[in-house]
């Protein structure tokens, strides 16, 4: 069993940074693909990125891509979500994920085995 812990989140202006964490335990980190989904209030979860057990194959959602950076370090079993130039739009509370899928890829919530508790980041002036 994999427990997953998001931090980082919080209130900042439309053009801000902000960097947010997801530490993981229970479990061997290396062997997830780990993913970031958001959700908005009164919509879906939706796919924001992942990064393959490797670290060196990412997937980002149209709208983040060049504003968005997914990173892990195995050995601190952590993954990180860079994001920059953020937008009012971008308000959602973030969650990490992890999936037992060997090598592939996946931006399907379903997919993935364990679910942090959530970040909430706000954007507004």
């Known amino acids: 069993q994999v427990q997953l812990v998001e931090s980082g989140g919080g209130l900042v202006q439309p053009g801000d940074s902000l960097r947010l964490s997801c530490g993981a335990s229970?479990?061997?980190?290396?062997?997830?693909?780990m993913g970031w989904f958001r959700q908005a209030p009164g919509k879906e979860r939706e796919f924001v990125a992942a990064i393959r057990w490797t670290g060196l194959t990412t997937d980002y959602a149209d709208f983040v891509k060049g504003r968005f950076t997914i990173s892990r370090v195995n050995a601190k079993s952590t993954v990180y979500l860079q994001m920059n130039s953020l937008k009012p739009e971008d308000t959602a509370v973030y969650y990490c994920?992890?999936?037992?899928?060997?090598?592939?890829?996946?931006?399907?919530?379903?997919?993935?085995?364990?679910w942090g508790q959530g970040t909430q980041v706000t954007v507004s002036s």
């Open positions: 994920a992890a999936a037992s899928i060997g090598t592939m890829m996946t931006r399907t919530a379903h997919l993935y085995n364990y």
């Open positions: 229970g479990g061997t980190f290396s062997r997830y693909t």
